[in-house]
């Protein structure tokens, strides 16, 4: 019984899609049917999936490489040291009070560094360790990490890898040497200085752990001839929100300084990643597509199939319009329930990867990520609203437009012709 409230291009529509799927005639149309539905579910899932995944690593990568670095970094845009850092600190924080939590002093510049025959490049960061704990996660978390840089000590912390490269164990001697040269009576001879490992860190992003090295400040300034900080760090209460705040900071602070945010610090990274999601997100939505068009063959012969019910409701008044509107109804509705399932067994699968992929490799006895090749060994997922929307829209959009043609090719059926051998 169809609802007597409902309009009957609607009653008749879903009229016809109930009756193909009790499989009481025309069973392979009702197969057809049932494949591009089947289609559409399966196309919204894998998007839906693999795009959680993606956003997943994102976070992960992204959570560790600002482990180690700052949201917003303020430089001197003339390279001089800063005549008073702490003050500049406090215009940021009275700029945006809401946002700004933190903020410490840094001196960084690319230096070779170096033990026995050994030699790697690095990007030599001083800090001043009272202070990096408000801006970074890997100072706050390792507070005993940083307790060695003191002043005039010469003591180093760097990356496990750039150790493992150097060869280097915590007391051992590496030298630094600056990247501008020292001019005597002899020539320019380059400036080096030696210091004392005294601790390693693994922040689980290979660019820093293979290539930051961490000195106190003063020893930096000394070492570098800087005469004292020359750009400040600031930690911020909303990642992602230092795009934005990087542009109003700029313009609260002036053009004496330059703001860069980790966005654009690391933008080759961001850019290729939003591209690689972008052009997977575009890979995908094809196989949408094709279970969506596949609803065009379904419709076309149940379109041949109804053509006697098609003239019987024409001799009956309907319009043209109406008659397009009943399989409107019946190939929307495919897409519908296709997309609703896509989305709903998609969900279920993004927010439970970390038991289904466990399940799978100790199944199959596998790793997918095993620990001795990746940081990563969990699959990690974060569903964002911003992908499943669209994923969802896309969907019903491409299935809407595959009944339009089957549609108007039934509203254009002759009835005197239809029924003529009938």
Known sequence: MTRPDWPFEMAIGWRYVRAGRAGRRNGFISFISTISMVGIALGVTALIVVLSVMNGFQKEVRDRMLSIVAHVEVYSSSGDPLPDWQALAARAKAAAPDQVQGAAPFVATQSLIGRGDAMRGAIVRGIVPEFEGQVTDLARQNPKLLADLKSGEWNVVMGGELARLLNARVGDKVTLVAPNGQTTPAGVVPRLRQFTLVATFDAGHYEYDSGLVLVHLDDAARLYQTGGATAIQLRLADVHAARRLGESLQAALGYDVLVRDWTRTNRHWFDAVQIEKRMIGIILSLIVAVAAFNLVSTLVMTVTDK???????????????????????????????????GVLFGLLLAFNVDIIVPAIERLLGLAFLPGSLYLITKMPSQPLASDIVPIAVVS???????????????????????????
């Open 307 to 341: 053509r006697a019910d098609i003239a019987i409701l024409r001799t009956l008044g309907a319009s043209p319009r109406s008659i397009m509107g009943i399989f409107i109804v019946q190939g929307a509705t495919s897409g519908v329930i296709g997309t609703a399932a």
């Open 396 to 422: 019903l959009v491409l299935a809407f437009l595959a009944t339009l043609y089957p549609s108007w090719r039934a509203s254009r059926t002759n009835p005197a012709e239809a029924l003529r051998y009938e």
